[in-house]
C-alpha cells in the first residue's frame, strides 16, 4: 500500500485507537494536517501550544489513554516543552508529533528551525528524529509503546516536511508483547523480606503515590491493605487510589497533608511506599523521616530506588505482580494484631478534626459542598497548582483513582484549564470540575475558548483571592509579610468568560455560590465561578520546612 509519510502517520494513530488529537497546524506540519482532514480521529484546535499537550495530558490522566499531541516546527514545538515537562514529571503517558523543516535544510537554521529533540531529552522518555520514511510507520508504533509501557512518560517524534510528503510502501498492523513478570531469585527473597518487615512491625503505614495509578494497580493495593489491616496515606499524585470512604484511609500525607496522616507516617515503624519517589515535598527532612522506620519502596523504575531517601528494601518490578504475590503470602501467614495502632490513630483523628465553617466564603468549605451536591455523579475533578490545589486535595471526597487530576512535580501553573478539556473529551459521560486560582486562570484562560468550540460542559471554579496566594502564603510567614509581586490588581472574569461564550457568575458568599454551582450542574456549556475569598486565607495545616513531616507552622 503506497502512502503518504503523513498517511502512514493517521494510519498508524488508528491502528493505536486514537480517536482525538489536540493541536495547533503551521507550515512543516501541514502535510499532517492535510492528512487529518480526512481521517475519522477528532482534532481539537487549542489557542497554544501549550494548551495541546496539557489537554493530551489531562486527556490521558483521565482515561488511561496514550495522549496525543500536534505543533509545526520551531515556535510550535518549544510551545510544547512546559506540557511535555509535566507529563514527564507525572507519568502520564503523552505522544507528541512536530513538523521539522526539511532534511535538507537540517542544521542549517532554516526558518523555523530548532533542535527539539535536543531540547527535549531531558523531559521525554524517549524522542525521534524521523530521518527515512521506510522507519516512519515503526517509530510511530514504538514511540506508543514507550509512552505506555513501564513507568509511563511522553515521548516525542519529529518528523522532517520532506519526509510527511514522501511516498512509500505501508504495511499495516502491529502488537507487541508485555514483558513477563519477574521471576528473579533476588526479587522474590525482597518481597519475602518485605513481608516478613510488616508481619514483625508494630506501627506499619501504607504509602501510595501516583505509580499506583500509572499502573492502574489500585484495587491491588486496597486488596492488600485489607488483608494485612494496614492503615494508608496518599501522596498528591496517589488521590483516589483509595477513597475517603475507605476506614483504613487517612488522608494525604506531605507539606500540607492531613494531620492524622502525617503524624502517622512519623510515627511508624514500617513504611510501605509504593509508586511514589519520596520527593522532599512528602518527607521534608529526609534523615528525620526515615528515623526509626524501615522503608520498604515498591516500583517498576529502578532509578527511583533510593534516590530521595535510602530504602531498607527494594522491590523493582511490575506493581501488579508485587502487590499480588505480597497479598498471596499474607493470606497464608497468621493475621497481626494492630489494634493498639489503629486506636493511636482514631485518637489522632478526634485530635484533629477537621471542621468547616460556612459564615463567609472559603475554599474548604466549597470543595466540601461541591462533593457533596456532586455525588452520585461521575466526575472528573482537575486543578492548578496552589493554594486551591492543597485546598482542593484536602477537602474534595475523592473516591476513584481517574476522579483526580493535579499537576504534581514540575508544579506547572496554567495545566488546569487545557488539562480539563483533555479530561472532559476522554469522558463525557463524566462531569469535569476544574478548580483553579486567578493566577493560574490567566495563564492559559484562553483555552476557555476551547472549550466552548468543543462544545464541552465544563465547570470552571476560580478561586479569586486577588493574589498568587501560595507565594503570598510563603511571604506571610517566612518573609515579614513582605508581598513582592504577589498582589494582582482586580480582573473581570465574569466579562471575559462572556466574551469566550462561556456562561459566568460573580459570588461572595456561600449562598451564592450554592445557587450558582447547582446552574453550573444543568449547563450544557461551559459555566464559570469566580469565588471570592479572602486574600489573607491560608492553607492550613502546614509543615515547617525543613522539620519533621508532624511539626506544623499552622
Request: some cysteine; charged content about 15%.
Amino acid at each position: 500500500m503506497q502512502l503518504s509519510g503523513s498517511e502512514m502517520i493517521v494510519k498508524c494513530l488508528l491502528e493505536q485507537n486514537v480517536d482525538t488529537v489536540f493541536g495547533y497546524p503551521g507550515g512543516a506540519i501541514m502535510p499532517l494536517y492535510d492528512a487529518l482532514y480526512d481521517a475519522p480521529i477528532r482534532h481539537v484546535l487549542t489557542v497554544h501550544e501549550q494548551g495541546a499537550a496539557h489537554a493530551a495530558d489531562g486527556y490521558a490522566r483521565s482515561c488511561g489513554k496514550v495522549g496525543v499531541c500536534i505543533a509545526t516546527s520551531g515556535p510550535g514545538a518549544t510551545n510544547l516543552v512546559t506540557g511535555l515537562a509535566t507529563a514527564f514529571m507525572d507519568s502520564s503517558p503523552v505522544v507528541a508529533i512536530t513538523g521539522q523543516v526539511a532534511t535538507s535544510f537540517l542544521g542549517r537554521d532554516a526558518f523555523q528551525e530548532i533542535d527539539i529533540v535536543g531540547m527535549t531529552m531531558s523531559v521525554t522518555k524517549h524522542n525521534f528524529l524521523v530521518r527515512d520514511l521506510s522507519s516512519l510507520a515503526e517509530i510511530v508504533r514504538m514511540a506508543f509503546r514507550i509512552a505506555a509501557s513501564g513507568r509511563p512518560g511522553p515521548v516525542l517524534i519529529d518528523v522532517p516536511r520532506d519526509i510527511l510528503l514522501a511516498q512509500g510502501e505501508f504495511v499495516p498492523g502491529f502488537s507487541f508483547e508485555k514483558e513477563n513478570a519477574s521471576t528473579d531469585v533476588s526479587y522474590q527473597q525482597a518481597v519475602i523480606s518485605a513481608a516478613d518487615a510488616i508481619s514483625n512491625s508494630e506501627r506499619p503505614v501504607m504509602l501510595v503515590g501516583g505509580g499506583i495509578k500509572a499502573g492502574q494497580t489500585w484495587e491491588e493495593a486496597r486488596k492488600l491493605a485489607d488483608t494485612i489491616g494496614i492503615p494508608a496515606v496518599s501522596t498528591l499524585m496517589g488521590l483516589g487510589a483509595f477513597s475517603v470512604k475507605d476506614a483504613g484511609f487517612l488522608g494525604m500525607t506531605g507539606m500540607h497533608g492531613h494531620k492524622t496522616a502525617n503524624w502517622a507516617v512519623s510515627e511508624a515503624d514500617v513504611i510501605l511506599g509504593i509508586g511514589t519517589r519520596f520527593n522532599d515535598r512528602i518527607t521534608s527532612d529526609c534523615s528525620k523521616y526515615v528515623q526509626g522506620k524501615t522503608i520498604i519502596h515498591l516500583d517498576v523504575d529502578p532509578a527511583e530506588m533510593s534516590k530521595n531517601i535510602p530504602a531498607d528494601i527494594m522491590i523493582i518490578g511490575d506493581l501488579r505482580q508485587t502487590l499480588n504475590t505480597l497479598n498471596d503470602l499474607f493470606l497464608q501467614r497468621p493475621s497481626v494484631d494492630f489494634s493498639a495502632w489503629r486506636k493511636k490513630i482514631a485518637n489522632w483523628r478526634q485530635e484533629f478534626p477537621i471542621e468547616y465553617k460556612a459564615s463567609q466564603l472559603n475554599a474548604p468549605w466549597m470543595m466540601k459542598h461541591m462533593s457533596e451536591n456532586i455525588a452520585g455523579k461521575s466526575v472528573v475533578w482537575v486543578t492548578d497548582v496552589g493554594q486551591h490545589q492543597m485546598w482542593a486535595a484536602q477537602h474534595l471526597q475523592i473516591g476513584t483513582p481517574r476522579e483526580w487530576i493535579s499537576p504534581g512535580g514540575l508544579g506547572t501553573m496554567g495545566f488546569g484549564l487545557p488539562a480539563a478539556i483533555g479530561a472532559q473529551i476522554a469522558c463525557p459521560d463524566k462531569q469535569t470540575v476544574l478548580v483553579v486560582g486567578d493566577g493560574g486562570f490567566k495563564m492559559t484562560g484562553m483555552e476557555l475558548y476551547t472549550a466552548i468550540n468543543a462544545k464541552l460542559p465544563l465547570i470552571v471554579v476560580i478561586i479569586n483571592n486577588q493574589a498568587l496566594g501560595m507565594v503570598r502564603q510563603w511571604q506571610e510567614l517566612f518573609f515579614q509579610q513582605r508581598y513582592s509581586a504577589t498582589i494582582l490588581s482586580r480582573f473581570d472574569f465574569v466579562s471575559f468568560s462572556h466574551a469566550c461564550g462561556a456562561s459566568a457568575v460573580e459570588v461572595f458568599n456561600p449562598s451564592e455560590f450554592s445557587s450558582a454551582f447547582e446552574q453550573a450542574l444543568q449547563s450544557e456549556r461551559a459555566f464559570v465561578i469566580v469565588a471570592n475569598v479572602e486574600t489573607g486565607d491560608l492553607v492550613d495545616p502546614m509543615v515547617s520546612p525543613g522539620q519533621s513531616i508532624n511539626q506544623f507552622v499552622r
